[in-house]
């Protein structure tokens, strides 16, 4: 028992060391039982502006997006429950906010006390233990209200949850060492967790809300400023692609290491870094290599509200930054960022000139945060300028096919290049130019973008390159389209081009060779771990250290220590190499000292530090795996 209490008391002082900055690197959650995730989505959902009601139906008609059960909450509750959601039914109907959060917080409380009644009523050890567990996960949909409003009403309950479960009994293996539930320990433990509920989800009514949130009845009368964490509703996915993309960067191709190049690496920092958005994209871990994994795109990211397909975001509605909020549902298919120097001008539609003013607008409108040092603008401009196209063999550097490409995309190339009247006696290759990286630097209105009023002429986007499009579906800037085949068949319909079944397959074909790359993705095996890759980068972003600490730039080695040393904590929970976590944990530390002794203004101790960081990580790096 006390080698345990050790441990836990070792991993309690690793979080407490790096809880100020959040890790870049996301944890899974536990599974929402279906009534639970209905209740978050909803209250994430209306809290956006505009409301979107249809979603927020959805939420309790359908399971949410990922979830193990089958079934959505009003189906799950008439299977499980004898509670009537009537009321919210109605709510719903009439689109009232207020009531349907008062009515959905009456629901989860009430299966809660439901689940309650089954545990002391259960004869079985079993079954009450099950209930018991049941009502815990329900619970858990007001935990971090609870925990945000009154920290000793959440040990309070916390304690009645673990004095429940422990006092329910054990029914033994094969008869032997069964223990008799004690009734006396379980009602009391329960008291405690019902009377907080009534005093404050099981009410007759609730304050009108600005904003909707799981805060106990009791703080919001209190009149206090109480800020709940930033979540993501159940459904989201913000994990990276699998397989994840190959980076390739310009200097790497070329024999340079990163470690030479401070002002690049510590764009790779920032490119992995929360802390430059601002909250909620900061607190939940949100950074540029989310939406863009390894400069390419995120396939999997997901947000209910925000989202309409996996790979799309809607980066300026009412989550990220209220501010900026378009009040428009229009959420666009994450680009590729690779050959970015090639592919100006930036943004769906080119709005922007210049990707220092684009890389400025992400940060400071889109995801809210403070106004960027030039430093920091410099140093990620300076990094995003080396990302390449993926090499493909089956074609040249200006864009002919070589020796490699099959027949098929032959036929294609010429298809690609002949002038077409429902293009206005142009080709494919006007806008998409083989020798300019298959792009114009035009933006054009092709037809398919919806005008948002008559006479609009807004539907002009930005010439996307065809250069790695072979891993990008779908496509079309809203991902309308999923295949290049559909590409080609919307062409031809939509222009009048008149091509047989021959030329589409033909035209796929090219499209498909164009967009190919000899090696796509990361290969990884027993050894060469994600975490490996991880630790190798992460040391990388630590030595522009080496850098930043002779000039005192205490604001970016700030930004450094406290984004590094929380990834490199997060990231060893992932490696193979389990007697090696120790000391990666140790080494996390250490660069959390730096940045200690720096806001101590101690720069000799963070010298030390940092001499210590680069001895132990040379030492350990063999071994991290």
């Given amino acids: 028992m006390r080698n345990i209490m050790r441990v836990l008391l070792a991993t309690l002082a690793i979080a407490l060391l790096l809880s100020g900055p959040v890790a870049a690197t996301p944890a899974k959650e536990a599974p929402w039982l279906p009534e639970a995730a209905a209740y978050r989505l909803t209250l994430f959902l209306l809290n956006l502006e505009p409301r979107p009601w249809d979603i927020t139906d959805t939420a309790w008609t359908e399971p949410y997006r990922g979830s193990e059960f089958s079934v959505g909450a009003l189906a799950w509750l008439d299977r499980e429950s004898e509670i009537e959601p009537a009321g919210l039914l109605k709510a719903m109907m009439r689109e009232d906010r207020q009531a349907v959060f008062a009515e959905a917080t009456r629901l989860i409380a009430l299966r809660i006390e439901e689940e309650l009644d089954r545990a002391l009523a259960a004869e079985e050890s079993a079954t009450a233990q099950q209930a018991v567990r049941t009502a815990r996960e329900l619970y858990r949909a007001f935990e971090d209200g609870v925990a945000a409003a009154d920290s000793e009403a959440a040990r309070r309950i916390g304690l009645a ?43 007759d009514s609730f304050a009108p809300r600005r904003a909707l949130s799981a805060l106990p009845e009791t703080a919001v009368l209190s009149g206090r400023a109480i800020e709940v964490p930033p979540s993501l509703p159940p459904g989201s996915d913000i994990f990276d692609q699998n397989p994840l ?5 310009n200097f790497e191709e070329q024999g340079i290491d990163e470690t030479d190049l401070p002002l690049v690496a510590y764009g790779d920092m920032l490119f992995d870094s929360a802390q430059i958005f601002g909250s909620p994209a900061r607190d939940l871990g949100i950074t540029c290599s989310t939406c863009h994994n390894r400069s390419d795109i995120n396939q999997r990211l997901f ?33 590729s ?15 922007f000139a210049s990707l220092r003013d684009f890389t400025r607008n992400v940060i400071v409108n889109e995801f809210g945060g403070d106004e960027p040092t030039p430093f920091v603008l410099d140093a990620l401009v300076a990094y995003m300028l080396e990302f390449d196209f993926l090499p493909n063999s089956m074609l040249t550097s200006d864009g002919r096919l070589t020796d490699a490409a099959p027949e098929a995309a032959r036929r294609g190339e010429e298809i690609f290049n002949t002038p077409f009247a429902g293009l206005g006696d142009r080709s494919c290759a ?25 006479g609009a002429r ?12 072979a891993y990008t579906a779908p496509y079309f800037h809203d991902g309308s389209l999923p295949t290049l085949a559909a590409v080609v068949d919307w062409f031809d319909e939509t222009k009048a081009l008149g091509l047989t079944g021959e030329d589409r397959a033909s035209l796929t074909a090219y499209l498909k060779t164009v967009g190919a790359a000899d090696e796509p993705y990361e290969t990884f095996d027993t050894e060469n771990t994600a975490f490996r890759l991880a630790f190798a980068e992460l040391t990388t972003f630590a030595s522009t250290l080496d850098t930043l600490l002779p000039r005192r730039d205490a604001e970016h080695i700030l930004l450094l220590t406290d984004t590094v040393a929380a990834d490199l904590s997060a990231d060893a929970s992932t490696m193979s190499n389990l007697a090696a976590r120790p000391e990666v944990y140790a080494l996390a530390e250490r660069l959390a000292a730096v940045g200690a002794a720096v806001r101590a203004d101690d720069w000799a101790a963070a010298e030390a530090s940092w001499t210590a960081f680069k001895s132990e990580a040379a030492a350990i790096e063999e071994r991290a795996f």
Avoid at 183 to 201: F, P, Q
Avoid at 341 to 350: A, E, L, Q, V
Avoid at 430 to 454: K, M, T, W
Avoid at 458 to 469: F, W
């Fill in 245 to 249: 993309p190959l980076l390739v960067l």
């Fill in 337 to 351: 960022l690779r050959g970015l120097r090639f592919t100006g001008p930036y943004g769906r539609d080119g709005r």
């Fill in 458 to 469: 807004a539907g002009a986007l930005d010439t996307p390159t065809l250069l790695g499009t």
């Fill in 430 to 454: 006007s806008c998409h130019e083989p020798d300019a990286n298959f792009l114009d630097r035009q933006a054009h209105d092709i037809g398919s973008v919806a005008p948002a009023y008559e």
């Fill in 161 to 203: 949850w673990l004095e429940l479960n422990s006092s329910t009994g054990f029914s033994g293996v094969l008869g032997a060492g069964s223990t008799s539930a004690d009734r006396e320990t379980m009602e009391a433990a329960r008291a405690v967790i019902s009377s907080y509920l009534a005093e404050n989800y099981l009410l």
């Fill in 303 to 335: 947000v209910p509200g925000a989202s309409h397909q996996p790979g799309a975001i809607d980066v300026d509605g009412a989550f990220f930054n209220p501010i900026f909020n378009d009040r428009r549902d229009d959420p666009l298919d994450i680009p």
